[in-house]
């Protein structure tokens, strides 16, 4: 019969106070990030340079969030909606983690031959304000994270990285008591899998959602069964579901109903669905009404 659009965008129930939340952990972990690598540099703490990469890609996380609430925000032009920005620049994240970790893999192994000299007592101190930038970071985002999952992703890497800093502590400790310098490559390796198993699960869902897959925390059955029962549907085909940015998902689909159903019954079985789709974390709906019989001689994708 129509289109039914139906447009949604949620954000958390304090946008500024999760913005603040955003700049600060940006500007605490960006200048951890450069004490680290200068210290760890300065002091031949291959450890210290893998978690600094680690806590850099926490920089760029955050910025990645950032951009995906701001653009979500941002009303669509007639060339470009900006929504996808925000997937693109994950991606891209991930790659260059990725290469970063190689180089880490890389230069441990060598060091297993003939590890460097390492102070101990400044590679515990300086993992130490890891932990504590870190658990502060995420505390600034545990309670946006209940409310939206951009954030809670957000949140989620800042407690890993606050893991991290604590596995870089333990080799500080180790070396300053046993001066077993091999311990720093060996917890660079530990750090390196780390990133690796972060970086490789972003990577997948970044490409899965460039190529318009489904988003992880979807359930296309469940969605396909909630559309189907309800009580005026008789099908529904050509569903289509896929993430619009990095924190809105979007979906089509196609409704058969009996031909003799009225507007109203119509735009209240519109609104039943539309409401049980955004609890379901799909908040940018097209609902295409079809009449029995309608789409067997057309082609309704």
């Not at 930038?133 to 545990?142: G, H, K, P």
């Not at 609890?279 to 067997?296: M, P, R, Y």
Request: hydrophobic share 50%.
């Amino acid at each position: 019969m129509g289109d039914s659009h139906e447009g949604h965008n949620h954000g958390p129930n304090n946008l500024k106070s999760i913005n603040s939340a955003f700049y600060i952990g940006i500007f605490l972990n960006t200048v951890f990030t450069a004490i680290e690598f200068i210290v760890g540099f300065a002091n031949n703490s291959l450890a210290l340079i893998a978690d600094a990469t680690h806590n850099l890609s926490d920089v760029a996380s955050l910025i990645i969030s950032l951009i995906g609430m701001r653009l979500a925000q941002k009303a669509a032009t007639k060339l470009y909606s900006y929504k996808k920005a925000s997937i693109l620049a994950s991606m891209i994240n991930a790659v260059l983690l990725l290469f970063v970790v190689f180089t880490i893999v890389k230069e441990a192994v060598e060091r297993f031959n003939s590890p460097p000299e390492v102070t101990g007592k400044v590679i515990i101190i300086t993992a130490l304000i890891g932990v504590l930038i870190n658990t502060v970071s995420a505390y600034l985002f545990y309670k946006g994270q209940k409310d939206d999952i951009n954030v809670k992703g957000a949140f989620l890497h800042l407690m890993v990285d606050a893991l991290v800093s604590v596995g870089v502590v333990i080799s500080g400790i180790v070396i300053y008591y046993t001066n077993w310098n091999i311990v720093d490559p060996i917890i660079s390796l530990v750090i390196g899998v780390v990133i690796l198993l972060t970086t490789w699960g972003l990577f997948k869902e970044s490409l899965k959602l460039t190529l318009d897959g489904i988003p992880k925390d979807i359930d296309f059955n469940k969605i396909e069964r909630m559309i189907r029962n309800e009580h005026d549907v008789l099908d529904v085909h050509h569903i289509h579901i896929w993430a619009l940015s990095t924190k809105m998902n979007a979906l089509t689909a196609h409704i058969v109903i009996n031909p003799l159903t009225d507007l109203a019954t119509i735009q209240k079985l519109k609104k039943e669905i539309t409401t049980k789709l955004v609890h379901e974390n799909i908040k940018h709906i097209t609902l295409q009404i079809d009449t029995e019989g309608s789409c067997e001689d057309v082609d309704c994708s």
